[in-house]
């Protein structure tokens, strides 16, 4: 199973919240948008979240080339929560490829998402990496001088 969408250029990760005095996180105006409209073109391609762990490919159409586009990678993995996968912590491979807009005043500023199932190679790899990396926190630990 492969989910295929065409989403609308994310905003900066950086820029999409507020902190209020009470220590919530609020989503700005500008986020809350592109949650919204990622959420409409969800529901109008009617997908199901994959289970398990997933496997995404970002071809990411910057609108200008000062934009740092691991910003806008977080803020659309946590859009597709719910919609095309489960839980974002169920990402186990990722897959980005910068392109220039060709006109980025223009619509053609976008995120072309595929999301499918992990290979069972690829979750395999994960997990042994997350416990090598456990194992060296662990070698680490309490080492500082």
Known sequence: MSIKLTL???PSINHAHWNTSSGKRVLKPQARAF???VAAIA???????ISGDVSITMHIYRAATNHDISNRIK???DALQGWAYENDKNVS???IYKHEATKPKNKTARIEVEVKAASPAAAKAV???SGFGQAMLAAFDGTKE
Do not use: R, S
């Open 8 to 10: 609308p250029y994310a």
């Open 35 to 37: 949650f919204e409209e």
């Open 43 to 49: 529901q109008a391609a009617q997908i199901e979240p």
């Open 75 to 77: 803020i659309t993995e």
């Open 93 to 95: 491979e990722l897959h």
């Open 127 to 129: 997990k042994q990496a």
